[in-house]
């Protein structure tokens, strides 16, 4: 199966499911964003605990999306991957 179809077949699926308030607040869900822009997992990660935390997980979500940007930012930025590259 394709990414695309791979990717309508869930974003339907979920769609099927009722929003939690903490994301259908926002006029575009956040899950919705990150499929249809092809948001990379952990960036997708820092968007969803970002847009939640006042509502659902507090400091904890932020201390989640922060340890995703640490990956993201070790992973692409520091010295280690620019010598594998």
């Known amino acids: 199966m394709d990414s695309f ?5 869930i974003y339907n699926m ?10 259908a ?11 249809r822009n092809n ?17 659902k997980g507090g400091k904890e979500d932020i201390d989640k999306a922060i340890r995703y940007l640490e990956m ?4 692409k930025y520091s010295a280690k991957s620019k010598e594998v590259s």
């Open 39 to 55: 948001i990379p997992y952990a960036e997708g990660n820092v968007i969803k605990y970002t847009l939640r935390h006042d509502m």
């Open 14 to 23: 979920i769609k099927e499911n009722v929003s939690p308030d903490y994301y």
């Open 25 to 35: 607040r926002y006029d575009i869900e956040p899950i919705s964003f990150i499929m």
């Open 72 to 75: 993201i930012k070790e992973e």
């Open 5 to 9: 179809n791979k990717n309508v077949r």
